[in-house]
């Protein structure tokens, strides 16, 4: 259910905001208009859904903030209409809208906005002060929502005693314990030191997981967007320009204003472990013996096998030297000489940049589990470097051509290289590999990858 | 040929608009001479020796109860500056004071008080909510600022005369100009003060359904008291130093004693009553200022110095 539903909403500063509105429909640009009104929001609409966190961003100027401000009727709506749980609030009276702010909408500000003249616990207190919860109960409820956020004990502090984040915190247990429908974050961390902003992110992410809010968050940075955002809404000039998830802004932007505003987006903060990883083979059941495995790291060549039980719940590595050795001591299962120590084991949604240094001292590639520690996928190392080399397609190319050998004729190996990312496959390794095998099963060959060297040994040989 | 030897008849207008005045709201000035003159009365009794603590009887000079009476006074005083400020200003308080009783200027300096006071409530109760209607109003602001502009500068002695016209000699024409005097820093710093509150955290209570009453009482007139106190310590300051032209209205006090000395060319009197003066304006100015330091948004800058 939308919570937040805004239909065509405009807002033009100015004397003249019907003729400006009236224009601006009619297709005039903005720019033209300067004259008689600042178009701060133009043709906006948006539904923000229960239980998700919706960013809007853009640069200063673009319209976020005065957008925000319309959905709790700071400022009123030029045009169009703006519901809130299904009360159109362009329509309603001082005292309704009071009301609807009261029970409905909060707000956390940039800078904080706490009256410094009261204490930590008061200010927590002072959205259910308004809706004339008595002293004693607001206080205590106050406290607990300090709690919360991580102030527990810090009630009888005034605003100034404390830290920006802490000070922010504090806006944000006074914006959860008004326990409204709709939280407003207005550049909510954007004052805060880039390491805090980054704790606070983290929190309140956490806190989403247990809370559950409806929360439309605003922000400038892409990143924060990003990283926080179920949808993000770009703005641009007034206008929405696009609306979609972090991988639609990523990888199918809208126009080109958004694609050279995520030009600089860090891609390892918003690609997940499972935007990258690859199916494997080279898996094995624990029950099965050492033969087979044998025959697994022919196929798939590499040098580790996945142990996994019957449910696919991930067990351990084998090594091709213990496999080989088993094999010669005619052993029956896979069981005893399971290596259980020292496996690296990632979330889906673990962010790429927090797999680097695992995946660096790794032997085996990332295994990608899920809660039940049930194998999802791989990540290998040239996985990683690839979702890297994604950033600039030009020199994306370069280390493949450059790693063949002089030896070899250049042009088959290119032409291979080309069908391969014509069929779809991102990385020009798994082609190259696949080729060498000669094998038909050109899909199974990115896991195959994994062990770079040896491919790169294989080439030469071929 | 008139404009050669122009002449402008604004003196006979107004003393005809004086006329008219007189005429038409003489109820009304009738009604303000009561309520200044009765105020200043009972402040004057309260101050100078509380004849209420003793059943009415009158209090012959030099009697010691007379003089037990106006130690106890000084010595309250100095309570409400302690209570108010600190002990060294109750110290100060109680030498000052006793000072002014051992010149022989009790009584003028009690009068004096007691037309300050009056003259002050009166001037606040105008200046800060018309400072409050100022900060919210940019059509109150533009037109007020020029009315204030005119009040100050216009020269004090000027709006005397009319207000002895009116309200005939005595405590209260005094009293009347010294309000019109010390009024503007009141309207303006309060205007001032609300205007310099953080808009985000007005904002802050729009957000979460504050009415404009509550945001006023509870979120910009605390954040906007240093500035206020300020302004009212000004006021306080101006209808001080406005003493000495109500004397020549006939209102007495230390500031009659100084235009007395003025006309008999009396240096000694002109410097007792003049030091009188100067020792009642640092006890207010303290006094205020301690005050100032009590609102809640001072102390919690303290608690987080």
Redesign the interface.
């Known amino acids: 259910m939308a919570v937040v539903r805004a239909s065509h909403v405009y807002k033009v500063f100015g004397r003249h905001e019907k003729e400006v509105v009236r224009r601006l429909k009619a297709g005039e640009d903005r720019k033209d208009l300067a004259e008689l009104g600042t178009a701060a929001v133009i043709d906006a609409s948006f539904e923000v859904d229960e239980g998700e966190i919706f960013v809007v961003m853009g640069l200063s100027g673009s319209g976020k903030s005065t957008l925000i401000r319309m959905i ?1 009727g ?1 400022w009123d709506a030029s045009d169009g209409s703006m519901e809130i749980v299904g009360n159109d609030i362009s329509k309603m009276s001082g005292s309704q809208l ?6 409905h ?3 956390v ?3 904080f ?6 204490t930590v616990r008061e200010n927590a207190a ?2 259910l002060e ?2 004339d919860v008595a002293t004693k109960e607001r206080l205590e409820r106050a406290d607990s929502w300090l709690d919360t956020v991580g102030l527990g004990g810090w009630g009888d ?5 404390l830290s920006g984040g802490m000070q922010q915190r504090v806006g944000l247990a ?1 914006a959860l314990a ?1 326990e409204t429908d709709v939280l ?1 974050m207005d550049e909510a961390f954007s004052a805060l030191d880039p390491l805090i902003r980054r704790e606070m992110q983290v929190q309140l992410v956490e806190l989403q997981s247990k809370l559950n809010k409806t929360i439309v968050f605003i922000t400038h940075d892409l990143n924060e967007a990003m990283y926080l955002g179920d949808r993000i809404a770009v703005m641009r000039d007034g206008r929405i320009a696009q609306i979609g998830d972090s991988e639609d802004i990523l990888t199918r932007p809208a126009d080109e204003y958004v694609a050279n505003f995520v030009q600089d987006v860090d891609r390892t903060r918003v690609l997940t472990a499972s935007s990258i990883m690859r199916d494997t083979q080279a898996v094995v059941a624990h029950t099965a013996g050492p033969r087979y495995a044998m025959r697994l790291f022919e196929r798939e060549r590499v040098t580790g096998l996945f142990v996994v039980d019957r449910t696919r719940h991930l067990m351990g590595t084998v090594s091709d030297r213990a496999v080989v050795r088993a094999a010669r001591e005619g052993v029956d299962t896979l069981t005893d000489i399971t290596e259980t120590e020292g496996i690296l084991t990632v979330k889906p949604d673990t962010p790429i940049s927090e797999l680097f240094a695992p995946s660096s001292t790794a032997r085996v590639p990332l295994a990608v589990v899920d809660d039940d520690n049930r194998l999802l996928g791989i990540v290998p190392r040239v996985a990683l470097l690839d979702s890297m080399g994604q950033l600039s397609p030009e020199t994306g190319e370069m280390p493949a051509v450059s790693l063949l050998p002089s030896t070899v004729e250049p042009q088959d190996e290119v032409t291979d290289e080309s069908r391969a990312s014509e069929a779809g496959a991102p990385d020009a390794k798994p082609g190259i590999a696949a080729s060498v095998n000669g094998e038909e099963d050109a899909p199974e060959g990115p896991p195959a990858g994994e062990a770079g060297a040896p491919t790169s040994d294989d080439q030469k040989g071929a | 040929m008139w404009f050669l030897f122009p002449r402008i008849p604004l003196g006979s207008w107004a003393d005809s608009l004086i006329t008219w005045i007189e005429n038409v709201f003489g109820w009304l000035l009738g009604l303000i001479t009561t309520v200044l003159q009765g105020l200043y009365n009972f402040l004057f009794q309260v101050f100078a020796f509380p004849k209420i603590l003793v059943d009415n009887g009158t209090i012959a000079d030099s009697s010691i109860m007379k003089a037990v009476l106006i130690l106890v006074m000084i010595l309250l005083f100095a309570g409400i500056a302690w209570a108010a400020a600190n002990w060294k200003v109750a110290v100060f308080t109680v030498i000052g004071f006793y000072v002014i009783y051992a010149l022989g200027q009790w009584e003028n300096a009690m009068s004096t008080l007691a037309m300050v006071v009056v003259a002050v409530v009166f001037a606040l109760l105008i200046a800060i909510p018309l400072g409050i209607w100022a900060s919210r109003s940019t059509v109150v602001s533009t037109v007020v600022k020029p009315v204030l502009d005119l009040m100050q500068a216009m020269p004090a002695l000027a709006y005397l005369v009319p207000a002895i016209v009116m309200f005939s000699v005595g405590i209260v024409p005094g009293a009347i100009a010294t309000i019109i005097f010390a009024l503007p820093p009141g309207v303006r710093l309060t205007e001032l003060g609300i205007r310099g509150v953080d808009k985000e955290t007005v904002e802050a209570g729009q957000a979460f359904g504050a009415t404009s009453g509550h945001i006023l009482r509870k979120i910009q007139l605390p954040l906007a008291m240093p500035t206020i106190m300020a302004g009212i310590n000004q006021v306080i300051m101006l209808a001080l130093s406005m003493v000495v032209l109500a004397g020549m209205a006939g209102s007495g006090g230390l500031g009659g004693e100084v235009v007395g000395a003025i006309s008999r060319l009396n240096v000694g009197v002109g410097i007792e009553s003049g030091l009188a003066v100067v020792l009642l304006a640092v006890y207010l100015d303290r006094v205020t200022g301690g005050l100032g330091n009590k609102t809640p948004l001072e102390r919690a800058k303290r608690a987080s110095r």
Do not use: E, W
């Open positions: 709790n700071l009071r009301q609807v702010r009261r029970d909408i909060s707000m500000f940039q800078h906005a706490l009256l410094p003249h009261r002072y959205g308004l809706q502090k005034y605003p100034g005693q006074r008004a407003l």
